[in-house]
């Protein structure tokens, strides 16, 4: 069991790398993406909601491994008109495929946590803001999305470590990501042993970024604590975080 | 050929064959349910449970399932059992034949862990939500612990965690997809097949999208439904 892990442990930690590089690219291109979809999926009209609506549906309803499959072996069939138009190099890349979709996907998740957040900020906090002659941009930029991020927090860590578990179907268009350099071992060796490694390795990312979100979460609520740690106030966190918990990608 | 004969029936199109695929999805979801809900109930028991050593096993179960991918899980079930298996028979009987775990039976196992172990945490906190006093006014009947569970806590535990489980379901029927990996001819394989056929990949792989977000949606449509029935007896504020 540990020879193994001297002969291919340096693999399954150059997996490890890919697996963090992908999850940390893809949430990131998401968040940015998420931020203005959310404000006009709260906001806009019904010309601008539809369309969000239906993204957001559709991304959330069908398999993240469907999504995967008619984005990079779909784009196959119109290689012509994609060479023509210069865009090849990127439909051929497993790796930026692989991107491409999980970005997407994080991005209907996160837009619809964001969005929860927008509509939880206390109307009040926002007509004070009005009301001291606040801007629009200044009422979103110094009250209504630092709030909304604040309720939004622990459901986006949910969402994060939901995509790092799902970038795993990522080995199946032969990126070799942890998933994907642990199935290559397994078929060299046939030694069941290195399931359990990569199950460590994945069980160690998701906890260490758990606490190291928890560590944030407590940063962003610092002026709460006084409150959260007396009474029973802490519930409404832990209620949220088990509710989103349920979406899987 | 145009398109429509592409996902036509008969010998030509391959309707009837993603229909097939469509069949083995459902049933291995539907299978998968009641399974995946008594492994849930079952982890819910053991975490409100005043023991500490069912509690411990019920936290270190669902960290380690939610922690791990669906896709490690279900190559650990399909190659890790059936290694275990082969292992045992042969320990039985050296000359056994090789047996090999089909891929179904498989699926089913892993997708029952998983729905277990995300189930367990929402089931728990639906029981954790009742009111100590409903199990105290049913010992004051002489109910026992079973008839209290089955006649009080149940019903309730059970519309509480409706949402839940119901967001759990609709991620279980996207989740089959994955089963394609381990070569069960589900819906999403079935349209690899028809891909590598036809070479036409965005047509069939987005008519498998289509299918799933239709399903989705009915299934939505569904426990909706079902929520507003099940809280027809409780009063809105």
């Known amino acids: 069991m540990f020879e193994l892990l001297i002969d291919y442990g340096p693999r399954l930690l150059d997996g490890a790398l890919m697996t963090l590089k992908l999850t940390f690219l893809s949430v990131s291109i998401a968040a940015l993406l998420s931020l203005p979809l959310a404000i006009l999926r709260h906001s806009g009209g019904l010309a601008v909601q539809l369309p969000i609506r239906l993204y957001v549906s559709f991304f959330r309803g069908t398999p993240l491994l469907a999504q995967l499959f008619l984005l990079y072996y779909g784009s196959g069939q119109f290689r012509p008109e994609l060479q023509q138009l210069e865009l090849w190099w990127f439909f051929r890349d497993p790796f930026y495929c692989a991107l491409l979709t999980f970005a997407l996907n994080s991005a209907a998740y996160q837009l619809e946590i964001l969005r929860g957040g927008l509509q939880a900020v206390p109307r009040g906090e926002i007509e004070a803001g009005i009301a001291i ?87 962003l609520t610092r002026h709460m604590q006084h409150q959260l740690n007396g009474s029973q106030s802490t519930t409404p966190i832990t209620a949220t975080r088990m509710e989103e918990s349920a979406h899987v990608s | 050929m ?8 008969g010998q030509q199109g391959w309707g009837d064959e993603l229909l097939g695929g469509l069949g083995i999805t459902l049933s291995l979801a539907l299978l998968t349910l009641p399974l995946g809900l008594a492994i849930g109930l079952a982890v819910a028991a053991a975490s409100v449970s005043q023991k500490a050593l069912p509690r411990s096993g019920a936290v270190f179960f669902t960290t380690t399932i939610r922690g791990l991918p669906e896709l490690l899980t279900l190559f650990i079930i399909y190659h890790g059992a059936g290694l275990l298996i082969n292992k045992t028979l042969k320990w039985l009987d050296p ?82 997809a994955l089963v394609s990996v381990i ?6 394989r079935m349209a690899n097949v028809a891909v ?41 504020l």
């Open chain 2, 183 to 188: 070569a069960l001819n589900d819906l999403m």
């Open chain 2, 95 to 176: 000359q056994a034949a090789f047996f090999e775990l089909s891929p179904f039976v498989a699926g089913v196992v892993a997708l029952a862990l998983v729905f277990g172990g995300y189930s367990g945490e929402v089931l728990r906190g639906a029981w954790q939500a009742l009111d100590r006093g409903q199990r105290e006014a049913g010992l004051a009947f002489g109910m026992s612990r079973w008839q209290i569970f089955q006649r009080v806590e149940l019903p309730q535990i059970l519309r509480l965690a409706l949402p839940g489980l119901g967001n759990l379901w609709i991620n279980l029927l996207k989740d089959t």
């Open chain 1, 133 to 219: 002659g606040m801007t629009p941009r200044l009422l979103y930029q110094k009250i209504i999305l630092p709030h909304s991020y604040r309720i939004a927090f622990p459901a986006l860590g949910n969402e994060i470590i939901l995509m790092l578990k799902g970038g795993a179907i990522a080995s199946v268009i032969t990126i070799l990501d942890l998933m994907g350099n642990t199935r290559r071992v397994f078929s060299q060796t046939f030694d069941i042993s290195v399931y359990f490694w990569a199950a460590l390795i994945y069980l160690l990312i998701t906890t260490g970024f758990v606490l190291l979100w928890r560590l944030g979460e407590k940063r």
């Open chain 2, 196 to 236: 590598g056929a036809t070479k036409k990949p965005f047509l069939f792989f987005l008519t498998v999208c289509l299918i799933y977000w239709m399903i989705c949606i009915f299934f939505e449509w569904c426990i909706a439904r079902m929520e507003k029935r099940a809280n027809r007896g409780v009063q809105s």
């Open chain 2, 2 to 9: 145009q398109w429509f004969d592409y996902l036509g029936f």
